[in-house]
């Protein structure tokens, strides 16, 4: 049974932080891509990070470059996004994506709420 579970969402202030995990299970975590989305009220969802493996250099979006890190440890079946500078625009909900590199196998979790506000 494929799983995604997200943790670590939570109601934080402006220029706050936030560590978000995403613990997979049912697949062979690393040979697949793993990605954080993010969908807001009234919002289309929307890509904020992507980390293919293990050795690969991370995307982001423009929105969260130098403020989001997103890694990844295999070992653990865990994928992280760590928020800094958080602001009122980056509340959403936040899910985990995995795809696998090659084929077509893809897992969405069930996301975690992020709310930044004073």
């Known amino acids: 049974q494929v799983q995604l579970v997200e943790s670590g969402g939570g109601l934080v202030q402006p220029g706050g932080s936030l560590k978000l995990s995403c613990l997979a299970s049912?697949?062979?975590?690393?040979?697949?891509?793993m990605s954080w989305y993010r969908q807001a009220p009234g919002k289309e969802r929307e890509l904020v990070a992507t980390?293919?493996?293990?050795?690969?250099?991370?995307n982001y979006a423009d929105s969260v470059k130098g403020r989001f890190t997103t890694s990844r440890d295999n070992a653990k079946n865990t994928v992280y996004l760590q928020m800094n500078s958080l602001k009122l625009e980056d509340t959403a909900v936040y899910y985990c994506?995995?795809?696998?590199?090659?084929?077509?196998?893809?897992?969405w979790g069930q996301g975690t709420q992020v709310t930044v506000s004073s």
């Open positions: 980390i293919a493996s293990a050795e690969a250099v991370p």
């Open positions: 049912g697949f062979t975590f690393s040979i697949y891509a």
């Open positions: 994506f995995a795809r696998r590199r090659v084929g077509f196998n893809a897992y």
